[in-house]
């Protein structure tokens, strides 16, 4: 009998103390991204959504480059070891940010540099932190697991932009910073918490020459695997720009401050919440299900684009971000239970470096669109990777279900080839 209850991770008691910690961790590191793109685009610019896009391309440019390295380490070393060391030179980053935009020596060539070192350390954090649910959790209810994972960054991502916004005008981008280092003590301190004991083992792969390009061979053996892998490099390249998006319209479009910046990103995280809510009921999902979300996120991204006012545009930003964390939750899980567990850790890495890293090509395309053409322009950008992954899926799914039906065929065949020979041989 299959189990659907909505928060069923909650039992185990390694997955609640990750949980309460990372909740805590992510509503900082929202905080701090809110608070620096404002303090690239109206402090130390003029404006220039080029230069958010420069920003946002270094800190994701990372997860491409060093693909190799962070899909080893996630599959050979020791996760929970890994993520504390990644989890603590966060922390020590956003610190030197903070210090050095509290003391006023702050320069836009210093956050870039802040921005590629977030970077270089997330390429290896992200794979980790994404498997080590699995240890936690175990592979019967490792989708709720991914789910309420996406519900607790979602919900941080409601939380961290509002609060941002409201500090930023009180104290400045500076203590915000601080804060968001402050907050690395609550995952580190859960990391510590959890019972050894209960973490489930894992099969660890060995040590050879060809381990580093095992992953793309086994991606390249699985057409579903190419497929959702293309969706997301669309999706992740054109689509999730969002620090782009909506400080530009927020600033030129609707002539706001960094609150009405804070809650319009908040909006966004209100559908995502509601999209890793649903999601966390279900227990396996399928092609389907990547299809409409990425069709309904190209539609989505449509009417935001289009919104005459920020009520319209914060309520299109909501059904954004519902249709944007289906897609991701539910590709997220496909992935993870479509893949041998020895190679999961390569292929997860693959999959944030496809997501993450296309950002860096889609960043400064997108910042530059919304420099000469209108933040407008730059939002249909993101409205036609959606309908374009959409299709994608749809000729997956043509071909899956092409295959299946030949599959049935070449079994009837089989069945009735040796009624027919018996009938041969009858006298």
């Known amino acids: 009998m299959s189990d659907t209850r909505l928060f069923r991770s ?31 685009l109206t402090v130390l610019t003029d404006h220039d959504a080029s230069a958010v896009g420069i920003t946002i391309a270094l800190q994701f440019g990372p997860q491409l480059l060093l693909l190799p390295l962070t899909g080893y380490a996630a599959d050979h070393f020791d996760r929970r070891r890994l993520i504390l060391l990644t989890q603590a030179l966060l922390g020590l980053l956003a610190v030197g940010l903070g210090l050095v935009t509290l003391t006023g020596v702050v320069t836009l ?43 607790s960054f979602n919900a941080a991502r409601m939380i961290g ?17 601080m804060i968001n280092a402050a907050s690395f003590a609550a995952v580190l301190g859960s990391l510590c918490l959890l019972r050894l004991d209960e973490l489930l083992p894992v099969t660890r792969p060995r040590h050879n020459a060809g381990g580093l390009t095992e992953g793309f061979r086994y991606v390249w053996r ?54 890793a809510l649903l999601a966390a009921k279900r227990e396996r999902p399928d092609m389907r299900l990547l299809c409409f979300s990425t069709l309904g996120f190209g539609v989505c991204c449509g009417l935001a684009a ?31 239970l479509s893949t041998e567990p020895m190679m999961r850790g390569r292929v997860m890495a693959l999959r944030m470096a496809i997501t993450m890293g296309g950002t860096p090509l889609g960043a400064p395309i997108v910042g530059w669109l919304a420099d000469h053409a209108g933040p407008r322009w730059a939002m249909s950008v993101s409205a036609s ?34 009624q027919e020979t018996y009938r041969q041989h009858e006298p």
Not at 129 to 149: C, I, Y
Not at 312 to 325: E, H, S, W
């Open 10 to 40: 909650l039992r185990f008691y390694n997955y609640r103390v990750w949980a309460i910690g990372a909740l805590v961790s992510n509503i900082g590191t929202w905080m701090q991204r809110i608070a620096q793109d404002w303090l690239v």
């Open 109 to 151: 060539w210093q956050v870039y540099v802040f921005a590629l070192g977030l970077g270089c350390v997330t390429a290896f954090d992200a794979p980790a932190r994404q498997t080590f649910v699995n240890d936690l959790v175990g592979e019967k209810h490792l989708s709720n697991a991914v789910a309420l994972n996406s519900t």
């Open 161 to 177: 932009p509002a609060v941002a916004g409201l500090l930023i005008a009180a104290v400045g981008s500076g203590w915000v910073f």
């Open 222 to 275: 699985r057409p579903e695997l190419k497929a959702i892998l293309l969706m997301l490099f669309m999706i992740g390249t054109f689509g999730f720009n969002f620090a782009v998006y909506i400080s530009t319209m927020s600033v030129r479009v609707f002539h706001g401050e960094a609150g009405q910046y804070g809650l319009l990103t908040s909006s966004l995280a209100v559908g995502s919440v509601t999209g």
């Open 306 to 336: 289009l919104a005459p006012n920020t009520y319209l545009f914060a309520t299109a930003l909501m059904l954004t971000g519902l249709a944007a964390l289906t897609f991701m939750t539910a590709s997220n899980a496909l992935i993870q």
């Open 385 to 418: 990777a959606g309908v374009i992954a959409a299709l994608i899926g749809a000729i997956m799914l043509i071909q899956q279900r092409r295959q299946r039906r030949q599959r049935r065929q070449r079994r009837q065949r089989l069945y009735l080839q040796p």
